[in-house]
């Protein structure tokens, strides 16, 4: 069965303590790995996509990496803004052109000042 | 702001009734994706539509349904609504219809008494 899984489920960082989220998968016909952040009441907000093992993405104070397994989140020196539920999703394909994006659960970040 | 415009932001409706969530993607996008997040499931695929026709269908009930119209604006109408059905339903849009880097609209919050 194809799954999502990231941890921890809560996170709780003073600001400027860096840290690190992950996401593991189990599925078959991975065609990318996306990161998302989710604002409370909000529609999740594109933040990286990722293709292959070994691929690395920045923004600002976020970088994702990713292996043949799993994807990390990397957060530098983070500030409260960056409080949101970061959400991995992988996109799958069963056949032809048709995809589907299974997400995890995401981790809640929260950064205190 | 995404460029996806979704509407009614809030609904709230009876056990039994039928509802009509619409979409409107983003100029230019021809793929439209249908998810239901609920506190304990996280977010679910629905439904996805490319250029009118039904693409690729995820964990929707019989009681649900959807169509894209040849202005490309979604509708999913749900119908004999259960406590259950009580969620956020989001919709996104992407160029191709591969699911990649979909942008979501701000969500439907739909409760069902």
């Known amino acids: 069965e194809d799954q999502v899984t990231q941890s921890p489920e809560a996170l709780r960082l003073q600001e400027g303590e860096s840290s690190s989220l992950n996401c593991s998968y189990t599925?078959?016909?991975?065609?990318?790995l996306f990161w998302y952040r989710q604002d409370p009441g909000k529609g999740p907000e594109f933040l990286f996509t990722?293709?292959?093992a070994g691929e690395e993405k920045e923004k600002e104070r976020l970088k994702a990496t990713l292996t043949k397994k799993e994807s990390f989140l990397h957060i530098t020196a983070p500030k409260p803004e960056d409080s949101a539920t970061y959400l991995c999703?992988?996109?799958?394909?069963?056949?032809?052109?048709?995809?589907?994006?299974?997400f995890g659960k995401g981790t809640k970040l929260s950064v205190k000042p | 702001d995404s460029g996806v415009t979704q509407t009614p932001k809030h609904l709230i409706t009876a056990t039994g009734q039928r509802v009509t969530l619409r979409c409107s993607p983003r100029?230019?996008?021809?793929?439209v994706y249908w998810y239901q997040q609920s506190l304990d499931q996280g977010l679910q695929f629905l439904i996805q539509?490319?250029?009118?026709?039904?693409?690729a269908k995820g964990n929707i009930l019989e009681r649900f349904s959807a169509q894209q119209f040849p202005d490309l604006h979604s509708e999913l109408n749900l119908s004999s609504l259960e406590l259950g059905d009580s969620a956020l339903y989001f919709c996104?849009?992407?160029?191709?219809?591969?699911?990649?880097?979909?942008?979501f609209g701000q969500g439907t919050r739909l409760t069902v008494v």
């Open positions: 996104a849009s992407s160029v191709e219809g591969t699911n990649t880097e979909a942008f």
């Open positions: 599925v078959s016909g991975l065609r990318g």
């Open positions: 990722l293709y292959s």
């Open positions: 999703a992988v996109l799958i394909f069963y056949g032809g052109s048709q995809g589907n994006l299974i």
């Open positions: 100029s230019g996008d021809l793929s």
């Open positions: 539509y490319y250029n009118g026709e039904e693409r």
